[in-house]
């Protein structure tokens, strides 16, 4: 395993870190301080002498471990009780505040050496978590310039494949899964056995039941209930790919690799409903230019007819007919242009709050509700996309233009006017994604 894997996956073990150059460092601080402590006795008494075996602990405890500050602890204790306490140069102590003393000073080592061995590896797991979630983040930064299904998968083969130190591919599709991303081709077996992950949306391969045909583990990709992929990992040295912590570590990536396609799938759907909009505009804007360009050439041609028909100066017969598909076309052009003003004429009801979209009212419990023009626009998307989310990017380019559309501000200042008249329920937020009309009814 690579030292960024090591690093990210395997959080700090508290254990033996003196090396030689240490302990003679440590060595020469307890024969320091023994010097500083024989030549203060003359002058201020042995008081003082007791602090002076405290740094050496300390610095014991901060770079190498708990037992080796422990050791340092004592043997800060026994050095005192050999010089400093009658009589001198023995372990053995006459005077019961001597006794007390050196006790103190065991006690206070002891708990000192344990504290700041405590603090070392909390910073040390701290340090830890934070160089994990930061590579989570990049990954998921990576992920975020992705704007579809293919380029995920090239980002989330190439970034797992350096930070778990393993060859890794990406599969999708249900029957029959396809290759994505991250190898030159797999066989039919290795197939097979990304189709049970899939299928399953559970672990399958080598090392995993069900994977004695294949060298590649496979692990789904999920969002909610659904299997959006699979990632295959495999060693060369057929060992396991991922393994304890590095399982956590992988379950955290393949999340931002199902938010991401969740998000592409979600942005794929806001841009057929822009082409389904501009579709309808346009035939809106047909229907419209048939009623003003063509009826009213219609109805000159029918007047015509009727001028000819008085003045009696043509076949009454050829007239009557012309007359009679003038008439039939006309009809048919009144239905046409008829026909964009009678759709979609029903409010749509959430809850106590009813909109309608044919005459632009909002009302709240049979009560008008007045909402901005931007507002209204926003509404009204969400309420012609019925049960579907909308990404930030589609409401703000469908309501602002394609200018405005990574000015998320503008479209969380409107939302949350919105629901202040009208309701906190009435539009649901899609974490990181968009939002969406809660449950509705036709009225």
């Known amino acids: 395993m690579s030292p960024l894997a090591t690093q990210l996956v395997a959080p700090p073990r508290p254990g033996p870190r003196l090396s030689l150059l240490g302990l003679g460092v440590l060595l020469a601080m307890f024969v320091l301080v023994t010097g500083i402590g024989l030549a203060m006795v003359a002058y201020w008494g042995r008081a003082p002498v007791v602090l002076l075996y405290l740094p050496p602990v300390l610095a014991a405890a901060a770079f190498a471990g708990r037992w080796q500050a422990l050791m340092a602890a004592v043997a800060a204790t026994l050095a005192y009780n050999f010089f400093f306490t009658a009589p001198t140069y023995t372990l053995l102590i006459h005077d019961p505040g001597d006794l007390l003393t050196v006790a103190m000073l065991l006690m206070v080592g002891l708990v000192t050496s344990h504290l700041v061995t405590s603090l070392r590896v909390q910073g040390e797991l701290a340090a830890f978590h934070a160089s994990r979630n930061a590579t989570i983040a990049g990954f998921a930064r990576r992920l975020l310039s992705c704007a579809d299904e293919a ?4 980002v989330t083969a190439g970034e797992l494949a350096r930070i778990l130190d393993c060859h890794v591919c990406v599969v999708a599709g249900r029957p029959e899964a396809r290759l994505l991303a991250g190898a030159d081709r797999l066989t039919e ?17 080598r090392h995993i039941a069900g994977g004695s045909l294949t060298d590649w583990q496979f692990h789904p990709v999920r969002a909610a209930d659904d299997t959006l992929a699979a990632a295959g990992l495999a060693r060369s040295d057929g060992m396991p790919p991922v393994e304890g912590e590095a399982l956590s570590l992988l379950g955290n990536l393949l999340d931002q690799v199902a938010l991401a396609l969740e998000r592409a799938r979600l942005e ?36 015509g007819l009727r001028k000819l028909q008085r003045a009696g100066e043509a076949d009454s017969e050829v007239l009557h007919e012309i007359a009679g598909e003038t008439a039939r076309l006309t009809g048919f052009i009144d239905n046409l242009a008829d026909l964009d003003l009678a759709q979609n004429q029903d409010p749509v009801v959430v809850g106590e709050v009813a909109i309608d979209l044919y005459r632009r009212t909002v009302m709240l419990g049979g009560e008008a509700v007045h ?7 926003v509404l009204a998307e969400l309420a012609r996309n019925a049960g579907r ?28 006017a919105l629901r202040r008249k009208l309701g906190d329920q009435v539009i649901l937020n899609e974490p990181a994604v968009g939002y969406r009309l809660a449950v509705q009814s036709a009225q």
Do not use: C, M
């Open 151 to 154: 380029a995920i998968a090239a």
């Open 389 to 416: 989310v909308l990404t930030h990017r589609y409401l703000l380019r469908a309501v602002w233009g394609p200018a405005h559309e990574d000015h998320v501000d503008y479209l969380r200042v409107a939302v949350s």
């Open 268 to 303: 794929s759907v806001g841009r057929e409903n822009v082409v389904l909009r501009e579709r309808d505009d346009l035939r809106s804007a047909l229907l419209g230019s048939i009623g003003s360009d063509i009826r009213p050439r219609l109805h000159g041609i029918a007047a």
């Open 371 to 377: 909402l901005t023009p931007k507002e209204f626009a």
């Open 189 to 205: 077996a290795d197939l097979a056995v990304a189709e049970q992950a899939l299928g399953s949306g559970a672990p399958t391969g």
